[in-house]
């Protein structure tokens, strides 16, 4: 609250004068009546005005609109004078109130470190949605030595529509056979050499709280992966009739879980399903059905453009030899059989 | 200093009146409440369209600007640490914002800058005009439509790359965070609030050493009409420069590219336009940030002009025409733009000049580039 001059209906006279803030406001509020002839909000040290618009508000209130919200915790210099007032600017300081945001912590999915040397997506979930537009200055890929490996991931930010989740593009030129990029360069993973994926304690949730500290995800690549994912060498663990029992697949490798179990579904049967990573480079995919299975002939349905960690899919593998024979798709439909108790 | 920021605004921003709009480009608008949830790429329509991609939403936006001119006023001077100015007017610092797209609006030359604000992500569109006046984009009062991609948020499309309106259709580029693919959206005109548009899966091989035959994501594009046929011309991560016949396409369809020309490695394509120059011949621009170790020229943003010509050349994907990154010149009918070098955004303004975002060593300004 402070006191500054003001022509008010009943003439001038000195008034006081709070400010209130909302994410998309910012009020002067006064027992008086009061025109304001401009108001102006400064980030705290900032030479240049927020772009907004000065507006009557509620009760006719003198008001800004700020073109973008107010960031929680930050704090803003007000200027305002009022009509005919023949004082200077008024000038108060005020801090938007601090949310209590909660700390955001990172996972890397898969969980795991022994992916595919030629891996081309790894993905980081976050606990909070976080701020965007500068992930290549948050996330390292370094050798056990400390040393980074330059020019790892693609340069384009692949966000999850709620900002949790970002899709880490290892940098495809390299890791793509005889590609410019893998010739002039190397790939960014070799087979048995020991990384470190270093996730940044100074990246920021979208409330401004950073993570605090490093997020370090070991990485031993193992073999390449060139192969086609192939359904049929997955593991079933078949439930029996009138139970409700999860239907139990295991694969032969790596995939990303939440990626797999939005890809696999039994026909005609809904469900909910669960997938996550068992010794170290399998997924194990858990589906329970909502009414008890019925005796008989089962299918298990799976995308088709599912791809493993290395972009191989069930149509055709990631890199295809010309020279060799064209690849043929594999089966994407699963048969199994429930029998009864 | 009596200048208040009514005033201010009355004289800067495009919103003062109700505009009217053109019936054959919106279809049923949505007046006022337009709020935009995040932005990646904007480019413009005739008569003022404005299309913004809203990757949050798995969306594509239409806005009437109802700035049409009549007069088209280019920039007349640079704007010297735009980023200052912008950072300034979100209240933030400027490490803080990100200028995702730039686009220049060839009805009245005023340029439309998308900006995103860490931490927070917020997003506004702002626009610089002939004086270099910066000021919010006011969408209250404007006509606008939202087209939903098909899948909406849970479609596998977290990222629209770009989008254009080739005077038929508005097609977008998306790349999917599940799958090593792109695929290519087209919306039929009049745009509808509410509607969605058709999908086609792109796939652009990459043929190396002759042998092995890989995919590669869409990052840039241009709609382009050859006679009766039309294409979308793309630039793509590994730099090849495709193109896919899209005519006759139905929704779903795979669509496979043919590649026409290589960039060189180490090159990450980030504007596309076209122009023709003063003796009549057409140019395809592609604007490109090299990430690797500079070869050439003072920048690692470069750009460089393909004759039109390649798009027809009868050598395709692994015989493509192939630059040699580290050679400043050649092959023939590929030739780099020096006034593009330090551009990290580049639009066409006309035929002889664009509009370039340089880098300065963190600092940004907003300059007219010649065109050759």
Redesign the interface.
């Known amino acids: 609250m402070l006191t500054v001059g003001a022509l008010t209906s009943a003439g001038f006279k000195e008034v006081k004068v709070g400010v209130q803030m909302a994410e998309k406001s910012l009020l002067l509020l006064s027992p008086e009546k009061i025109d304001a002839?401009?108001?102006?909000?400064?980030?705290k040290d900032?030479?240049?005005?927020?772009?907004?618009?000065?507006q009557k508000l509620l009760d006719a209130h003198p008001g800004f609109i700020?073109?973008?919200?107010?960031?929680r915790g930050?704090k803003?210099r007000v200027e305002f004078r009022f009509a005919n007032s023949s004082r200077s600017k008024a000038k108060v300081e005020v801090t938007f109130d601090a949310q209590r945001a909660a700390m955001p912590t990172v996972r890397l999915s898969p969980a795991t470190s022994q992916i595919p040397a030629n891996t081309?997506?790894l993905y980081l979930d976050f606990s909070e949605?976080?701020?965007?537009?500068?992930f290549l200055s948050r996330v390292t890929l370094q050798r056990s030595n400390g040393l980074e490996v330059t020019?790892a991931f693609?340069?384009?930010?692949?966000?999850?529509?709620d900002?949790r989740?970002l899709?880490l593009m290892l940098h495809?030129?390299r890791q793509?056979?005889?590609?410019?990029?893998?010739?002039?360069?190397g790939p960014v993973l070799i087979a048995g050499v020991r990384y470190n994926l270093v996730v940044s304690g100074q990246w920021?949730?979208?409330?401004?709280t950073p993570l605090g500290k490093e997020g370090v995800f070991a990485l031993e690549p193992i073999a390449a992966d060139h192969e086609q994912p192939d359904p049929e060498k997955w593991r079933l663990q078949v439930p029996r009739a009138g139970t409700r029992n999860p239907l139990v697949v295991t694969t032969d490798e790596l995939f990303?879980p939440q990626?797999f179990a939005?890809a696999v579904q039994v026909a005609g049967n809904p469900g909910k399903a669960q997938a996550k990573v068992v010794d170290l480079k399998r997924v194990e995919w858990r589906f329970t059905p909502e009414d008890p299975w019925k005796a008989g002939r089962h299918e298990i349905t799976i995308d088709p453009?599912l791809?493993d960690l290395a972009?191989n899919?069930l149509l055709k593998p990631?890199?295809?030899?010309?020279?060799a024979e064209a690849p043929k798709a594999r089966p994407n439909v699963l048969i199994f059989h429930v029998s009864r108790p | 200093m009596?200048s208040?920021?009514?005033a201010a605004?009355a004289a800067t921003t495009l919103s003062a009146a109700p505009v009217a709009v053109s019936p054959s480009l919106i279809e049923s608008p949505q007046t006022g409440g337009l709020e935009l949830k995040s932005l990646s790429s904007i480019s413009f329509g005739p008569n003022g369209l404005l299309l913004v991609a809203e990757?949050?939403?798995?969306s594509v936006v239409a806005i009437q600007t109802g700035d049409v001119g009549p007069e088209k006023k280019v920039l007349e001077k640079p704007v010297a640490d735009i980023g200052?100015?912008i950072a300034?007017?979100?209240?933030?610092k400027k490490e803080d914002i990100?200028i995702?797209d730039l686009a220049a609006n060839p009805a009245s030359g005023r340029v439309y800058l998308a900006v995103?604000?860490?931490?927070?992500?917020?997003?506004?569109i702002?626009t610089v005009d002939a004086a270099g006046k910066v000021?919010?984009f006011?969408t209250a009062k404007l006509p606008w439509a939202r087209i939903t991609l098909p899948g909406g948020?849970a479609s596998k499309v977290?990222?629209i790359?770009d989008v254009a309106f080739d005077g038929k259709r508005v097609f977008a580029t998306g790349?999917c965070?599940?799958?090593?693919?792109s695929r290519i959206f087209t919306i039929p005109v009049p745009l509808k609030h509410g509607s969605t548009a058709n999908v086609f899966s792109a796939e652009t091989y990459?043929?190396?050493?002759?042998?092995?035959?890989?995919?590669?994501?869409i990052?840039s594009f241009i709609p382009y009409t050859d006679g009766d046929e039309t294409y979308v011309v793309g630039a793509f991560?590994?730099?090849p420069v495709a193109k896919f016949k899209v005519d006759d396409l139905q929704s779903g369809a795979q669509v496979k590219g043919v590649s026409m020309v290589e960039l060189?490695?180490?090159n990450?394509p980030l504007d596309l336009f076209s122009y023709t120059d003063k003796s009549g011949k057409d140019w395809l621009v592609v604007h490109t940030?090299r990430?690797?170790q500079n070869a050439f020229g003072p920048s690692k943003m470069w750009g460089a002009r393909i004759s039109m010509d390649y798009l027809d050349a009868a050598d395709t994907n692994e015989k493509a025409a192939r630059r040699d990154e580290k050679a400043p010149k050649g092959p023939d009918g590929i030739e780099i733009v020096d006034s593009l070098f330090g551009a990290v955004q580049a639009d066409k303004i006309d035929n002889t000049q664009a509009i370039v975002l340089k880098d300065n060593e963190g600092t940004l300004s907003l300059e007219v580039a010649a065109l050759p």
């Open positions: 002839e401009t108001i102006q909000v400064f980030a900032g030479q240049q005005p927020l772009f907004g618009e000065v700020p073109a973008v919200p107010f960031v930050q803003y081309l997506k949605p976080m701020e965007q537009g500068d020019g693609r340069e384009t930010e692949l966000w999850s529509p900002g989740r899709t495809p030129g793509k056979t005889s590609v410019n990029l893998n010739v002039d360069e920021r949730s979208t409330n401004g990303e990626i939005r453009e791809e972009g899919n990631m890199e295809v030899d010309l020279t | 009596k208040t920021l009514l605004f990757p949050g939403t798995a200052s100015v300034g007017g979100l209240g933030a990100t995702k995103q604000r860490r931490p927070d992500n917020a997003v506004l702002v000021a919010p006011d948020t977290t990222n790359t790349t965070n599940e799958e090593f693919a990459h043929v190396a050493h002759r042998k092995w035959e890989t995919k590669a994501p990052q991560a590994c730099t060189g490695s180490g990450r940030q990430f690797k």
